[in-house]
């Protein structure tokens, strides 16, 4: 658009440069050697001639610049009156601006080819600047062959030149948009089987420029990812019938590391009209849509987590249910409650980590807050390094720890005001295994190893040994139990970072 437009004023003063140079003489010419009977009817054409001239923006001045004719078109294009003009520089009137150069380039130029053509920024007697498409033309002494006088004729370029500039500031904003949205111009053609790409649709192909465009759809589709050719292939000659592209695919682009690293696109397209007998060829964008394919499969990830966390949760209600023994249906019911209590205080723990783990500290002081307390006093040390639980072990654990805690306020040390319960645990050795000791003291005295064993042990063995893959003991030990429990941490703990 800018380089048609520019050859449109340059061809424009071009045209009145030469009727200046041209004309102008040879009506000089024709009044001279007129017959005094011609006079009559040629003084009306010249009169003509020279208004239809005067009208165009025409400067004549001396080689120095000396205003010798200051036409009427330069009176409404620049403001000053021809009495303001006649007799001053011409350039000092209108605070020229010279292109790269300067004047002194532009003088050169015109004394060694005759002529100059360019741009020039003058400014109005208002003050304003306009830009002006001009053409200067040297005119010599016939007889020898100095220069005589410059001819400067000029064009408003001001509306052009804005519309430019609104178009290149249009354009750079449009590529801003397409880089950060990464979004990616083409255009097939189907005859020649060519591709035209857009600086951006290089980038989302991780792909030089200077490495040129696909020069066929063959070689398009090796870009694309194995797994999806076949369905861009077929969208490719659907829009050759139908006129609309609409394609969902993956790229492989060089990575980072050296490797490779999967892009989503979307492309749309739409067939542009044609000649009679031709294929129009398909324009259309690609729009990386990578997050989006991201989020989608986290989502559907979280939704088959949900799914299984909460057929988990219902199982464990399930057995807590089937497996709790009471006289009444109120101790029934208080049993069961603090079970499912147990699960929802360790749900919580994790919610609000956005399940990456759960603080083991944090979890034995919810487990132990009903508890504590109970006989009028108990004491409750806890004492080992931080440990976040990973999200599949945190509920089985918090319920083998509340059955140790319902047990140690029924019958152990939670149960009298003097008790104490000592829980502490470390890594043995380090990174490999978690010895965690619940010792109570201080409880009512323990008679030794219970006949029968009740749903709190069997359900703390069977998360330990089945669920965690790890071993428990029980010491019934006079001044009070003694639970021994051994982990492998790669079970318990959550990975480095969350």
């Keep these: 658009m800018t380089s048609g437009a520019g050859n449109w004023w340059t061809a424009g003063a071009a045209g009145l440069a030469k009727l200046g140079a041209a004309v102008l003489p040879r009506v000089r010419r024709s009044l001279r050697a007129a017959p005094q009977s011609g006079a009559s009817r040629a003084q009306p054409l010249a009169a003509d001639l020279f208004s239809a001239f005067d009208m165009g923006a025409a400067i004549l001045r001396t080689p120095e610049g000396t205003i010798l004719h200051w036409s009427a078109g330069c009176e409404r294009l620049f403001g000053f009156p021809a009495n303001e003009a006649l007799g001053r ?262 919610t609000e980590s956005r399940w990456t783990g759960a603080d083991f500290q944090a979890m034995l002081r919810g487990e132990l807050a009903p508890f504590v307390g109970s006989g009028g006093g108990s004491k409750v040390l806890l004492n080992g390094p931080p440990v976040l639980l990973a999200p599949l072990t945190a509920q089985p654990l918090s319920m083998a720890l509340h059955e140790l805690a319902t047990n140690a306020a029924k019958y152990g040390s939670l149960s009298v005001p003097d008790g104490t319960l000592d829980l502490s645990w470390h890594e043995d050795p380090p990174g490999s295994r978690l010895r965690l000791r619940w010792k109570e003291t201080g409880g009512p005295p323990v008679a030794g190893t219970p006949e029968r064993r009740g749903f709190g042990s069997r359900v703390v063995e069977t998360t330990v040994r089945d669920q965690l893959r790890g071993e428990v003991s029980f010491t019934w030990a006079p001044a009070g139990l003694v639970c021994d429990i051994d982990i492998p941490l790669h079970r318990v703990a959550a990975p480095s970072g969350g």
């Design 89 to 350: 520089t011409a350039h000092e009137l209108l605070g020229t601006r010279y292109p790269d150069g300067g004047r002194r380039a532009l003088a050169e130029e015109l004394q060694r080819t005759g002529e100059w053509q360019g741009e020039l920024r003058h400014r109005r007697r208002c003050g304003n600047h306009v830009v002006v498409a001009s053409h200067w033309i040297l005119r010599r002494d016939p007889a020898d062959g100095q220069a005589a006088a410059v001819l400067e004729l000029h064009t408003d370029a001001t509306a052009l030149k804005t519309a430019e500039a609104a178009l290149r500031a249009g354009e750079a904003r449009l590529r801003l948009a397409q880089e950060v949205a990464g979004v990616g111009t083409w255009e097939w053609d189907p005859e020649e089987d060519s591709f035209v790409w857009s600086p951006e649709h290089y980038a989302l192909f991780g792909l030089s420029p200077a490495a040129g465009e696909p020069d066929s759809l063959d070689a398009f589709l090796a870009l694309v990812h194995p797994d999806d050719r076949d369905a861009v292939r077929a969208a490719a000659h659907d829009a050759l019938a139908s006129g609309e592209y609409l394609a969902e695919f993956r790229v492989l682009r060089p990575g980072r590391n050296g490797g490779e690293e999967t892009l989503w696109l979307i492309g749309r397209g739409r067939r542009m009209p044609s000649p009679a007998g031709r294929v129009g060829p398909i324009l259309g964008v690609n729009v990386d849509i990578t997050a989006r394919k991201e989020a989608e499969e986290r989502q559907a990830l979280l939704m088959r987590e949900v799914d299984h966390r909460a057929k988990n949760a219902l199982a464990v209600v399930q057995a807590v249910l089937r497996l709790t023994r009471a006289e009444s249906m109120a101790a029934f019911a208080k049993a069961v409650e603090g079970r499912v209590s147990a699960l929802a205080r360790a749900q919580t723990l994790l």
